[in-house]
């Protein structure tokens, strides 16, 4: 699988929008994009993921760029309970019987 | 979205004990789970994956005799640390993913925390 690179630390002020970058240069044509984030002392959360298109969902906006070789996790409306270490991974379509490997991720504050 | 239960949420134990712990999926069926290590401030790191009615994968490193993994049903998975010493004291963490669908997502479980005194 791809490997990724993300910021190791974040701030944001709460109600903004939360942009979390997330650089995978060498992502197949067949990998996905995955976001999961992890609350302290809890199991990681899934929020969203894609191929190649926007996608968006309840929690969360992704945006993939047009060659992928980046993306860029949007929550539209930041809120304390939001703080979190956030992940991204790229995995292989083919292998949904496969684990998902982790990253050291971006830990996100978000402060009043 | 699916949900993965773990039990127990914490346990202490004395060191050379053994300690299990359980991962059920509750709402879906999962041919195959896949058994995390969490150190403080670290990141989750794959241990081993568990195929149901068959024996378990381990990562490099993970010592297959010390970390037991039973996978005796499509909802059950269960990790048996042997001989536990306060260097395994860790936070543990199982998925699952509900299908086999390229895209399919993995969901999971709350965690448990082991504590060898």
């Known amino acids: 699988d791809a490997k990724t690179t993300q910021p190791t630390s974040m701030d944001c002020a709460e109600g903004r929008a939360a942009n979390l970058p997330c650089n995978h240069s060498t992502i197949s044509g067949n990998e996905y994009v995955y976001w999961y984030r992890q609350i302290h002392s809890q199991g990681p959360q899934y929020i969203i993921h894609g191929l190649k298109n926007n996608e968006t969902n309840e929690m969360a906006s992704l945006i993939i760029t047009e060659d992928r070789k980046s993306s860029t996790l949007i929550l539209p409306h930041a809120t304390l309970r939001d703080t979190a270490v956030y992940y991204c991974?790229?995995?292989?379509?083919?292998?949904?019987?496969?684990?998902?490997?982790f990253g050291k991720g971006t830990t996100l504050s978000v402060s009043s | 979205g699916a949900v993965v239960s773990q039990h127990p949420s914490r346990v202490i134990c004395k060191s050379g004990t053994s300690v299990k712990i359980e991962c059920r999926s509750l709402?879906?069926?999962?041919?195959?789970m896949f058994w995390y290590r969490q150190f403080p401030k670290q990141s989750l790191m794959l241990m081993a994956t568990s195929n149901e009615g068959s024996k378990a994968t381990y990562e490099q490193g993970v010592e297959k005799d010390k970390f037991l993994i039973n996978h005796a049903s499509l909802t059950l998975s269960t990790l048996t640390v042997t001989s536990a010493h306060p260097e395994d004291s860790s936070f543990y963490i199982c998925s699952a993913s509900p299908g086999t669908a390229v895209q399919e997502t993995q969901y999971f479980g709350p965690g448990t925390r082991l504590l060898v005194l």
């Open positions: 709402d879906f069926q999962a041919t195959t």
């Open positions: 991974i790229v995995r292989v379509a083919n292998q949904a019987g496969t684990a998902l490997i």
